[in-house]
């Protein structure tokens, strides 16, 4: 299975400032005949379920504010808040759906405020 | 408004068996993939089984493959998890989640949703 890893663990951002969330994939996602990365970012808040924020890398599903932004390509890829806000505490989680059916997600950043 | 709504969590014992269901609506069911997707306490996200709309083609993790078996009934909606031979491990919040799928090919999840609680305990 391709192995997705997130750093950091963990981080802790003052309101308004930038935060950002790197994952790396074992192997490539990207697909060569589209040029599509096939990776997709979720945020999870306290007590909730995932909810999707971006996909193809950079998307923003419909509704996500535009101070997340997703980049990368290939094997790294970045989530970048640009403006923290409180309402943003959650622990984000990046997923390749390049080798389906077997899914997989990174383990996870818990973005704090400090 | 998409709505997908899980139950059947339940504390048992190891080697036990249970039977998780979510009921959707919303979007049209049957030409929707779905799948099961847990977390441990505490822990992060694992992608557990994939359901073709029709029901035809299913997808288990290796950890849960011949033991776990997704199926759904699309007259009522309803997909569900039967889960055989539970372990401690399998302890978890069972999401169901809604494929987002294109020209055949299923992708990432656009819905989810809240989980049930099942807990393998002696």
């Known amino acids: 299975d391709i192995v997705m890893t997130q750093s950091p663990d963990s981080l802790a951002v003052s309101l308004g400032e930038r935060a950002t969330i790197n994952c790396k994939s074992s192997?490539?996602?990207?697909?060569?005949?589209?040029?599509?990365?096939?990776l997709a970012w979720y945020q999870q808040k306290p007590r909730q379920p995932p909810k999707l924020l971006i996909y193809?890398?950079?998307t923003r599903e419909s509704g996500v504010p535009d101070r997340f932004s997703g980049s990368g390509s290939g094997t790294d890829f970045t989530l970048t808040i640009s403006s923290l806000q409180a309402e943003d505490v959650a622990v984000y989680y990046c997923?390749?759906?390049?080798?389906?059916?077997?899914?997989?997600f990174g383990g996870g950043t818990k973005v704090e405020i400090k | 408004e998409v709505q997908m709504l899980e139950s059947g969590g339940d504390l048992l014992q190891p080697g036990g068996s249970l039977r998780l269901s979510c009921a959707a609506s919303?979007?049209?069911?049957?030409?929707?993939?779905m799948s099961w997707v847990r977390q441990a306490p505490g822990k992060g996200l694992e992608w557990v089984s994939a359901?073709?709309?029709?029901?035809?083609?299913?997808y288990y993790a290796a950890s849960v493959k011949g033991r776990f078996t997704i199926s759904r009934d699309n007259s009522k909606n309803t997909l569900y998890l039967q889960m055989n031979s539970l372990r401690a491990e399998d302890t978890a919040v069972y999401y169901c989640?809604?494929?987002?799928?294109?020209?055949?090919?299923?992708?990432?999840?656009?819905?989810w949703g809240q989980g049930t609680l099942v807990t393998v305990s002696s």
């Open positions: 989640a809604k494929d987002f799928c294109a020209d055949g090919f299923c992708y990432f999840f656009d819905h």
């Open positions: 997923q390749q759906y390049y080798y389906t059916p077997q899914l997989t």
């Open positions: 359901i073709s709309g029709s029901g035809d083609n299913t």
């Open positions: 192997q490539s996602v990207l697909y060569s005949s589209n040029n599509k990365n096939y």
């Open positions: 193809w890398a950079s």
């Open positions: 919303g979007f049209t069911f049957s030409s929707s993939a």
